[in-house]
């Protein structure tokens, strides 16, 4: 089998020039990454045709080798068609990022970032337990008082909710309604509900958002609802 | 007559591709495009088990396209496995379109291009269907194409910051991945002139053993990145989660099977032997544990899913490098019972979130009070995905134990032990999320969705009887309107303030049924677990065997030779397992009778 020299360089500058882009964090480099990566990979596989040679049609009383394989010329305009409308689908997400974020850039995952940060120490499921023989402990001689998660409200007697806080601090809290029956449980939900809001776990995706408003009316995203982050 | 079901194997690609146009007119008419979707589906499905009861006694049949002979046209292939994955896939699709048909109806609010949703979604099983009907390896590399550009489009619904951020990364890496198996293929193609498979699986072994190492190794990277095997697994857990529901459930029950497919494939046709095996050992080893590891660590449940999703393809690893009988059959076994569970405990997720607005084990609780059904639903696939005695993932597993105490080298009994601890720390995961999310009181949750806390309420108000009744729904429209207008941002529209008790509303109908569907479809596969382990055990056989897979393509002059080079599977040293000495005996012994019934059957098959 020969090989055409020239394109085998081709080939591997734009293998080597395309690998380099593809480790970039800019979206539009990637892009030209996947071009390039993908017509290398063409010029392959019409390098692994061998010699070129007639054209595939066939005549009377030609030698079988003449001709050129159309076999691999059949798959390179395949893995054309494909690369083409994978290159079409990119360049919709780049532009629909850059609309979104301003960015052109690949994101860091903030889920990713949050189990990376979570500390390893659980009050719920590894905190270490005192050990309480008596089985009739008042409530303030309880040992384990503190991880018993603030589910102590009880309406009658007005304890104390004591919640444990991943951070190790315990936060108490007093609830002023905690003598009407029945409220105490949703009223406790109030404050955390102010805390930590609704929408808010979509995280940065709010920027974004203000600032496409102000750009232009009809860029605010279709699909996108507050309560997507949930 | 068998044959002239056979021969209509390509309906299989076609029909979901033609639904697909229909479905693409008929973009402005919801409810003629569900219909359209589901009536297609259905039909594949239907071609697909009378091709698979057509398989079932004979084994491998092909069909040339056009008519062309084998080392020249398009070949479609279907063995028993191929056969067995394509009724699997059919049905899980058919489950989690209807679920997601109902899902669209309820979510109506969101918004978000639902008319694109169901043409997408046919391709996707065109591709999936071709993919495990090609008989070429280039027909192969066009099935996974058309099923990842269909996916590229699912991922990126709607096209929220969240999910173009996973779809990039997703693209990116399952294009590079493309790229290696085409590279693969030129390579292949260059260095025997062919991409039939059955007959690559004769001339490849006439090749340098070298120039076969590289083309089998980039062949498993390829492959190994779509399955997501533990060192090319990283982008699942990345960008699975964000999807839709029933998106990340069809992703997760098929998308990587289609890897495991094509792993299998490569290893049983084209490079049979055990050249990689303690390389794919490692990998298999390290997937399982680094993969639960990772789902020890998550608080979401749909990444908690997708770890473990990743920790036991590792599993199917595991049966493929033993290369014995014993091991492909569990492997498959184990492959058709993991797509059905994945798939089932995603949607059981979509189900959670739907109903208490989070999916976050952290932020839930009480879920078993609000709705027990969606406990259940739950449980039995979380238990059936740990292993647990009388389901059918303990039976794959056990088969697959089974395999590793058989082959007795030290790294066999490595992943025995791997996969015991792998199976405990599933069951640990589960019940983490299990515990978490259903049995704590809500009152522990530290900030639980406001859609959780209004669904408890109505619960209680429900139970305690009707006195409650028109305090709870005064608490309801008040609640949440406090609640929310504090958080509103300028963003959110009014509309949600006004009709806070929507908000409450359970999942629909059309979502929970299918979810039982898929449930009770994984506990059938423990019921019938006796046939079904020895259908897997004959298409193990088969695929090792490998001539009634080149005599149903090329004939049996080349099954001959592809049997000449290998020689029978006694002479290489594989294990048939008709002694039946070990494990569970009922089991054993159904095994046992199908193995003795079913050499003789291919041995005929290599005969005429």
């Known amino acids: ?230 | 007559m068998d044959l002239d079901i056979v021969s209509l194997a390509p309906l299989a690609v076609l029909l979901p591709i033609l639904g697909a146009a229909l479905a693409f007119v008929l973009v402005r008419r919801p409810k003629a495009q569900i219909a359209t979707t589901v009536t297609t589906i259905t039909l594949t499905l239907l071609l697909e088990c009378l091709l698979l009861a057509a398989t079932w006694d004979t084994g491998a049949v092909a069909v040339f396209i056009g008519g062309w002979e084998a080392p020249w046209g398009i070949t479609m292939v279907v063995d028993r496995f191929s056969a067995l994955m394509l009724v699997v896939s059919s049905a899980i699709v058919l489950a989690v379109l209807i679920y997601a048909s109902a899902q669209g109806i309820t979510d109506q609010d969101q918004g978000g291009p639902v008319s694109i949703f169901h043409p997408t979604f046919l391709i996707l099983v065109a591709g999936v269907s071709n993919a495990f009907l090609a008989g070429d390896l280039f027909n192969l590399y066009v099935g996974f194409e058309i099923l990842l550009t269909a996916s590229y489009v699912l991922l990126t619904l709607g096209g929220t910051g969240p999910r173009v951020r996973a779809g990039v990364t997703y693209v990116v890496v399952s294009v590079i991945s493309s790229v290696l198996f085409l590279i693969a293929i030129a390579m292949i193609y260059g260095a025997t002139g062919t991409i039939n498979m059955a007959d690559l699986a004769v001339k490849l072994a006439e090749l340098d053993p070298d120039v076969q190492m590289v083309l089998h190794v980039m062949l498993l990277v390829g492959f190994g990145i779509k399955a997501a095997v533990f060192p090319l697994s990283f982008w699942l857990p990345d960008s699975y989660p964000t999807a839709p529901a029933p998106v990340t459930a069809v992703f997760a029950g098929l998308l990587t099977k289609v890897g495991v497919y094509a792993i299998i494939r490569t290893e049983t046709l084209l490079f049979p032997g055990d050249r990689v095996n303690s390389l794919l050992l490692w990998v298999a080893l390290l997937t399982m544990i680094v993969g639960i590891l990772g789902a020890l660590a998550q608080n979401d449940i749909k990444r908690v899913l997708s770890f473990t999703l990743v920790s036991h393809i590792g599993y199917m690893i595991f049966g493929v490098a033993m290369a014995s009988v014993l091991g492909l059959g569990a492997t498959v076994f184990y492959v058709v019972h993991h797509i059905t569970v994945q798939t089932g405990l995603f949607l059981v997720t979509g189900l959670i979130e739907q109903r208490a607005g989070s999916a976050n084990i952290d932020r839930l609780g009480g879920m078993a009070k609000i709705s027990p059904l969606i406990a259940i639903l739950f449980f039995i696939p979380a238990m059936n995905l740990g292993g647990i005695p009388p389901f059918s993932g303990f039976l794959a597993k056990i088969g697959l134990v089974q395999a590793g105490v058989g082959a007795d080298h030290g790294m066999a009994w490595a992943l025995v032990a791997a996969s015991v601890v792998t199976s405990l720390l599933t069951l640990l995961v589960m019940v983490r999320v299990w515990t978490r999310s259903f049995w704590r009181r809500v009152e522990d949750v530290e900030h639980p969705p406001a859609k959780l806390v209004l669904a408890l309420e109505e619960t209680e108000a429900r139970r305690t009887g009707r006195d409650a009744r028109p305090v709870a729904i005064e608490t309801q429209t008040k609640t949440p309107t406090r609640a929310d207008t504090k958080v509103l941002t300028k963003t959110q529209t009014k509309t949600q303030i006004k009709t806070p008790t929507k908000i409450a509303k359970g999942p629909a109908r059309g979502m929970v049924y299918p979810t039982i569907g898929l449930v009770a479809f994984g506990l059938a596969f423990t019921v019938f677990a006796g046939p079904l382990y020895a259908f897997s055990d004959r298409a193990a056989t088969d695929m090792l065997l490998r001539t009634p897979y080149i005599d149903a393509v090329l004939g049996p002059e080349a099954a001959a030779q592809a049997e000449q080079d290998l020689g029978g599977l006694e002479e290489r040293g594989i294990r048939v397992p008709d002694q039946g000495n070990s494990g569970p005996g009922e089991l054993d012994s159904i095994r046992g009778d199908s193995e003795g019934h079913d050499v003789g059957d291919s041995t005929e098959g290599g005969q005429p």
């Open chain 1, 1 to 230: 089998m020969s090989v055409n020299i020239v394109l085998l360089l081709v080939m591997g500058v734009m293998y080597a020039v395309s690998i380099y882009l593809l480790l970039e964090r800019t979206l539009t480099r990637v892009l030209l990454g996947l071009v390039l990566i993908t017509n290398a990979t063409n010029l392959l596989i019409l390098t692994m045709a061998g010699a070129p040679g007639q054209a595939p049609l066939v005549e009377d009383g030609v030698d079988p080798s003449a001709y050129t394989d159309p076999l691999p010329q059949a798959m390179t305009l395949t893995s054309i068609v494909i690369s083409f409308a994978i290159t079409a689908f990119m360049l919709g997400m780049i532009y629909r990022s850059w609309k979104l974020g301003r960015r052109d850039e690949v994101l860091v995952d903030t889920e990713d970032v949050k189990v990376a940060e979570q500390s390893s120490f659980d009050a719920e499921e590894d905190a270490e337990l005192l050990e309480e023989p008596s089985e009739f402990l008042e409530e303030n001689e309880d040992p384990n008082a503190d991880y018993e998660h603030a589910t102590a409200i009880n309406p009658s007697t007005g304890a104390l909710a004591v919640r444990h806080r991943a951070d190790g601090t315990v936060k108490v809290k007093t609830d002023a309604n905690r003598h009407l029956p029945g409220s105490g449980r949703r009223s406790r939900h109030e404050p955390e509900e102010g805390e930590h809001p609704v929408g808010s776990l979509g995280h940065d995706d709010h920027l974004p958002d203000e600032d496409e408003r102000s750009g232009s009316p009809r860029s605010r995203p279709r699909g996108r609802d507050p309560k997507d982050g949930e």
